[in-house]
């Protein structure tokens, strides 16, 4: 069991907004302040779209944004777009930094 | 532009080894840690092991330990991912990444396809 816990699905209508959670379930997971978002389309390369919680590499929309409060990360993305259908994942690491910690990843439907 | 590009997966059968090499260019491949992350059919992403910048740490999923060697080599710009001892549940889309910092994967390759079936 993921020691991050991520909703199953989510759902929303184009140019709507929605909002994937991200829960720490394990104190083996450190650091909480350096969570990221990664979106995987089937077949593709993931892509890295928040790290650090809420900052966002060059050439990620501003559409894209990341929160935390308590042990809950939040990814928020803003008018929807067929094209951001798509599974999302947040990340963490141990508290030994040896690791990466998996979300069990989220999937956007976009209706 | 970066570029990472797995090879190496196929069908083998349990108990059996295989190697996967990921090449990079792009960037100055011996400045930074990278990771193998792979996907089982149906499953979510799973992390499966980290080398440092210069290959003198590594670290591995408890799943794949002591069957699984990640190893690199810098005048080649070349990943690899040597995995032995084979077992079903191996089987996966693989997935090289590069590290920006502490845990951050920015840039993936497309994977590569590993089955093992008897």
């Known amino acids: 069991q993921s020691a991050l816990t991520q909703p199953a699905s989510v759902s929303g209508s184009p140019g709507q907004s929605i909002t994937i959670s991200c829960t720490e379930t394990?104190?083996?997971?450190?650091?909480?302040?350096?969570v990221s978002w990664y979106q995987h389309h089937p077949t593709k390369a993931p892509r890295l779209l928040i790290y650090?919680?809420?900052k966002r590499p060059s050439g990620i929309s501003n559409r894209f944004s990341g929160s935390k409060s308590g042990n809950t990360a939040s990814l928020t993305i803003s008018g929807l777009q067929p094209e951001d259908e798509a599974h999302y994942y947040c990340?963490?690491?141990?508290?030994?930094?040896?690791?990466?910690?998996f979300g069990g990843g989220t999937t956007l439907t976009v209706l | 532009q970066v570029q990472l590009v797995e090879s190496g997966g196929g069908v083998v059968q349990p108990g059996k080894s295989l190697r996967l090499s990921c090449a990079a260019s792009?960037?100055?491949?011996?400045?930074?840690?990278m990771h193998w992350v792979r996907q089982a059919p149906g499953k979510g992403l799973e992390w499966v092991a980290f080398?440092?910048?210069?290959?003198?740490?590594?670290y591995y999923a408890d799943s794949v330990k002591g069957r699984f060697t990640v190893s690199r080599d810098n005048s080649e710009n070349t990943l690899y991912l040597q995995m032995n001892s084979l077992k079903v549940e191996d089987t996966a889309v693989y997935y090289c990444?590069?590290?920006?910092?502490?845990?951050?994967?920015?840039?993936w390759g497309q994977g590569t396809l590993v089955t093992v079936s008897s």
């Open positions: 990444a590069k590290v920006m910092v502490r845990g951050v994967l920015d840039y």
């Open positions: 792009g960037f100055t491949f011996s400045y930074f840690g």
């Open positions: 080398v440092s910048h210069d290959g003198s740490n590594r």
């Open positions: 394990s104190s083996d997971v450190g650091g909480y302040n350096f």
């Open positions: 650090d919680v809420s």
């Open positions: 990340t963490s690491y141990t508290t030994s930094s040896t690791s990466v910690v």
